[in-house]
T-cell receptor, first 113, second 114 residues
């Protein structure tokens, strides 16, 4: 148990739909990072939120967007879903700052048909 | 595209044997982390190495960071079935601002049979 929770655990959508994934960070953590892990691959960095502001983004198109709330929980939104968006979506929280351990949630498994 | 290359992709060994997993890159990393991921769970941090040439030991696990900070290895002595999992290396680039924005390798799936 890392104290990071994600919902839902599994989700099935069809191409073109929109999806919202949620992450509750560990208590005291103000930084949340989102990753996409395709089958057989390592996680790919999507973006990071620090104190409700986006703080860096990986090589993902604008239809991937996010939010962080005052309680530091976070959402990942994906519009116009494509088949290749099928993956495990992981969030990780940390207290922020160099050297702090990043704790991952169990992930949300998204299948796009 | 994974900037960190892990080898081998898959490793199956008997309980009690030793194994080594490698993580290589053409890029220099300010830090490198090793994680283990089990099915249905997120990655769990095992160790962080930050100094070139650094060696860290965690019980039966030994981690090494290359002198040039471009490569790393994980060695497990006398493997046990509980060591089964996907081992991922992840590099951080830059300094404080990049912390938590990790680049992961594709992972090495390790299976230890009794």
């Amino acid at each position: 148990e890392t104290g990071v929770t994600q919902s839902p655990t599994h989700l099935i959508k069809t191409r073109g739909q929109q999806v919202t994934l949620r992450c509750s960070s560990q208590s005291g953590h103000n930084t949340v990072s989102w990753y996409q892990q395709a089958l057989g691959q390592g996680p790919q960095f999507i973006f990071q939120y620090y104190r409700e502001e986006e703080n860096g983004r990986g090589n993902f198109p604008p239809r991937f967007s996010g939010l962080q709330f005052p309680n530091y929980s976070s959402e990942l939104n994906v519009n116009a879903l494509e088949l290749d968006d099928s993956a495990l979506y992981l969030c990780a929280s940390t207290r922020g700052g160099a050297g702090e351990t990043q704790y991952f949630g169990p992930g949300t498994r998204l299948l796009v048909l | 595209t994974q900037l960190l290359e892990q080898s081998p992709q898959f490793l199956s060994i008997q309980e009690g044997e030793n194994l080594t997993v490698y993580c290589n890159s053409s890029s220099v990393f300010s830090s490198l982390q090793w994680y283990r991921q089990e099915p249905g769970e997120g990655p769990v941090l095992l160790v962080t190495v930050v100094t070139g040439g650094e060696v860290k030991k965690l019980k039966r696990l030994t981690f090494q960071f290359g002198d040039a900070r471009k490569d790393s290895s994980l060695h497990i002595t006398a493997a046990q079935p509980g060591d089964t999992g996907l081992y991922l290396c992840a590099g951080g680039v830059g300094t404080t601002d990049s912390w938590g924005k990790l680049q992961f390798g594709a992972g090495t799936q390790v299976v230890v049979t009794p």
